[in-house]
């Protein structure tokens, strides 16, 4: 089963006799449309966390209140906020060695509701304004917030998976974008490009220096292959809360004047896309999906400001910048 949506026949009519699915309409004007997008597969109820998971607020009520943390964090802070991007570093690893064609956004998402759970930490994104699950899996042309389902991974997608775990009171968000077996070039481009779009972007993490330099150095990457840089989707300040007052802008904005202080947490999360940056949201009210149906791939850190430069929170074995000195 991977669509509530009916499904096709095997062969389908001309675009402009009548649909297959009896709409009375055009074949072209109604089902063609869809002909090579990802179909929704079946969601299931929300999974429980167990009791001896400490929740954040929003946990029983799907409600967020906002309030002023503060920008800068305090060293305590700082140390549980390692100790929960490890864990959504190591949850990502493990979610992305899953990804192979047949196997479901629902097992992955399974697998990583239990990682969090051993490793002591809530989901953060269960119940987060009423999101269903522990991850996010969005393939292809989904942008972002894609909802795990019944769909199985075929040979040729890409697979988004982004995770965020709540430990010891303190939000880790992390993604990346995985090849389903054999990718063509193209795409294969795309996620690459993408992942080191990210990298320029934390390369630009300075004290001193306005969030600004972020959406520069992204858009300078990306900007020999005419790729398009998702605005409406931004980086986050982090830390108590899932998302604070501080954005992240991927693109260059002059407006996007803050000064980067030393403890200062903040994620960089580029969204870059083979065609247009407009987006539609399915009726699901979360999946992001491109206008044009084109491809679009995603990378995230979570990034502590120090003199010294950034530091990946959710980094591990193998997530070093391509740039740095020990992966030349
Ligand atoms: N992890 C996503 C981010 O990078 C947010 C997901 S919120 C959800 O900001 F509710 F959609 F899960
Ligand atoms: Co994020
Ligand atoms: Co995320």
Request: net charge negative.
């Given at each position: 089963m991977t669509s509530t949506l009916g499904s096709a026949p095997s062969t389908l009519p001309q675009a402009n006799e009548s649909c297959w699915c009896g709409s009375g309409r055009k074949y072209k004007r109604c089902h063609k449309k869809s002909e090579g997008r990802i179909l929704q597969g079946l969601i299931t109820p929300m999974r429980e966390v167990p009791a001896n998971i400490a929740r954040p607020p929003y946990a029983d009520t799907g409600e967020y209140e906002a309030w002023d943390e503060g920008r800068v964090k305090s060293p305590e802070i700082i140390e549980r906020m390692r100790a929960s991007g490890k864990l959504a570093g190591e949850v990502l690893k493990m979610a992305g060695d899953m990804v192979k064609p047949g196997v479901t956004t629902e097992t992955i998402d399974i697998a990583v509701h239990q990682a969090f759970i051993d490793g002591g930490a809530y989901p953060s994104t269960i119940n987060y304004h009423g999101y269903p699950k522990a991850c996010c899996t969005s393939v292809n042309?989904?942008?972002?917030h894609g909802i795990p389902d019944s769909r199985e991974l075929q040979e040729g997608d890409i697979c988004n998976i982004d995770v965020t775990g709540w430990l010891d009171g303190v939000h880790g968000d992390t993604n990346a974008t995985f090849f389903v077996g054999d990718v063509d070039p193209e795409s294969q481009q795309l996620v690459n490009v993408t992942e080191e779009s990210m990298w320029r972007g934390i390369e630009a993490v300075k004290v001193g220096r306005p969030l600004s330099d972020i959406g520069r150095a992204i858009e300078d990457t990306v900007k020999p292959y005419k790729y398009g840089v998702v605005r409406a989707f931004v980086g986050h300040g982090i830390g108590e809360q899932f998302h604070t007052d501080i954005q992240v802008l991927h693109y260059y904005d002059s407006r996007s004047s803050t000064i980067m202080r030393a403890g200062m947490t903040f994620t960089i999360e580029p969204m870059i896309t083979l065609g247009t940056i407009n987006y539609k949201i399915w009726d699901d009210d979360w999946t992001a999906v491109t206008s044009d149906g084109r491809r679009t791939a995603q990378f995230e850190h979570t990034l502590l400001v120090t003199d010294e430069g950034p530091q990946v929170l959710t980094g591990g074995p193998g997530t070093a910048s391509p740039t740095a000195p020990w992966k030349r």
């Open positions: 042309e989904v942008i972002c």
